[in-house]
């Protein structure tokens, strides 16, 4: 079956540090890998997306790299501040009119 | 992007009843997709709503459980029917768009 696995713990930088989060899946060819940010008591917010014949996505302070080789994607935030703190989540899908696959998501905590 | 209004935002129900959760878009999409995100868990996709036709459910969601409901291309229902305590978790609904999906704020529903 289709597994998609993040870092389950927290993981917690400096303010200031790049954060890279971790996104790996199995038995699943995707058209699409997309990054969601969710704050507590909301729901997902759209943050980017990358295509299978990509390799790499930037916007703003945020990067993502997909190797679909590895079957793993990258997430970056640099210069990350303490408003970056959230549980970000990786969402793969096949195009179209699919829903989406989610992982669990990382909570990600910036330390001041 | 597109807004989506869903309600009600929380309730509390007793276990055998039913409720229903709506869902209005500010602008008319083909497709609406419903998810259900339980405790420490991934969201997970329950069914696809297009207007006009029968709801598409993923493996283990079926129609009288989860009965829905497209009228036209703003608005969609998801009823949680003979609710258990297992039922308790987070319902979301969601709309793609040209890039990345737009979700709700959701609906967490406890049952008692």
């Known amino acids: 079956s289709q597994k998609i696995e993040q870092n389950s713990e927290a993981l917690n930088i400096q303010e200031g540090k790049t954060a890279t989060l971790t996104c790996n899946y199995t038995?699943?060819?995707?058209?699409?890998l997309q990054w969601y940010r969710q704050d507590p008591g909301r729901g997902p917010v759209f943050l980017l997306l990358i295509r299978e014949n990509e390799k790499e996505k930037r916007k703003e302070r945020l990067k993502v790299t997909f190797d679909t080789t590895l079957k793993q994607s990258l997430f970056h935030i640099t210069a990350s501040q303490p408003a970056d703190s959230a549980t970000y989540l990786c969402a793969l899908s096949g195009g179209g009119a699919d829903g989406l696959t989610f992982g669990k998501g990382t909570h990600l905590i910036i330390q001041p | 992007s597109a807004v989506i209004s869903q309600k009600p935002s929380r309730d509390i129900c007793q276990r055998g009843t039913s409720l229903t959760i709506q869902c209005q878009v500010d602008s008319q999409v083909t497709m609406m997709f419903w998810y259900r995100q339980q405790p420490g868990q991934s969201l997970t996709l329950i069914a696809t709503a297009n207007q006009g036709s029968e709801a598409t459910y993923e493996s283990g969601f079926v129609i009288d459980k989860f009965p829905i409901s497209r009228p036209n291309l703003t608005f969609s229902t998801l009823t949680v029917s003979n609710m258990s305590p297992e039922d308790s978790s987070i319902y979301l609904c969601?709309?793609?768009?040209?890039?990345?999906?737009?979700f709700g704020s959701g609906t967490r529903l406890t049952v008692v």
């Open positions: 038995n699943y060819s995707p058209a699409y």
């Open positions: 969601s709309v793609a768009e040209g890039s990345g999906y737009t």
